[in-house]
């Protein structure tokens, strides 16, 4: 049992590149949600998603674009990466609606240059 | 909108107690929840009250005063390992399932 994986760990973007973060999780958790954590901001969310095929918007999705094709796989993609997005990305999961004890995985480290 | 606020920073000593405030202004209330995360690591879950009182763990304990939009984390006998950063959040009312945190308190541990 695995928990919640995250690839890669870390990533150097130069600016206008894409990539995808790919979130797994292997506890057949229903809701998925991926955040960006920076120096002294805590952990904002990002997007979301309540189930399969199903996600919505979170505090600051401006940059970015998820999807939910599996149940147990969340992706974030950025399509032209910019400084600010320069960040520590936490996906997390959770198997009640209320959402209050989610499952974090290891974060991925994303520098954009 | 909703926010948290909680102190930036906290020191102890080795077996001391340790108590971390957390107010919050949110305009649907679902409950308070509590993470910790040591540097470099994933936030960990520590504790929920979704009713006024107090709610024990082990050595940790977190309360709630609703009326008083109000909560705290407390920390016994504190060791070395208790390095890290503390986390309240509440849930989201506008994004569901999602939750809101707190930017953080960095409680650091002396011997």
């Known amino acids: 049992n695995a928990g919640v994986t995250q690839t890669p760990k870390f990533r150097v973007l130069k600016t206008g590149q894409s990539m995808t973060l790919l979130c797994a999780q292997d506890m057949n958790h229903e809701y998925m949600y991926w955040y960006r954590q920076d120096p002294g901001m805590g952990l904002r969310l990002i997007h979301y998603?309540?189930?399969?095929?199903?996600?919505a918007k979170g505090e600051v999705p401006d940059g970015y674009n998820v999807s939910r094709l599996k149940k147990q796989n969340f992706l974030l993609g950025l399509e032209s990466a910019a400084p600010s997005q320069t960040s520590v990305y936490f996906c997390?999961?959770?198997?009640?609606?209320?959402?209050?004890?989610?499952?974090f995985g290891p974060g991925t480290r994303l520098t954009v240059t | 909108g909703q926010s948290l606020e909680q102190p930036s920073e906290v020191t102890a000593v080795e077996g001391a107690i340790v108590q971390i405030n957390c107010t919050y202004q949110t305009s649907g209330f679902y409950g308070l929840s509590w993470y910790q995360q040591h540097d470099g690591g994933a936030p960990t879950f520590l504790s929920y009250n979704g009713l006024d009182g107090l709610e024990e763990t082990g050595r940790f304990s977190s309360f709630l005063s609703r009326s008083d939009s109000y909560g705290y984390l407390l920390l016994q006998e504190l060791q070395m390992k208790d390095s890290a950063s503390y986390f309240c959040?509440?849930?989201?009312?506008?994004?569901?399932?999602?939750?809101?945190f707190g930017k953080g308190t960095t409680l650091s541990v002396s011997s």
């Open positions: 998603s309540v189930g399969e095929g199903t996600t």
């Open positions: 997390a999961s959770s198997y009640t609606r209320q959402g209050n004890e989610q499952y």
């Open positions: 959040a509440v849930r989201d009312k506008q994004a569901g399932t999602a939750l809101i």
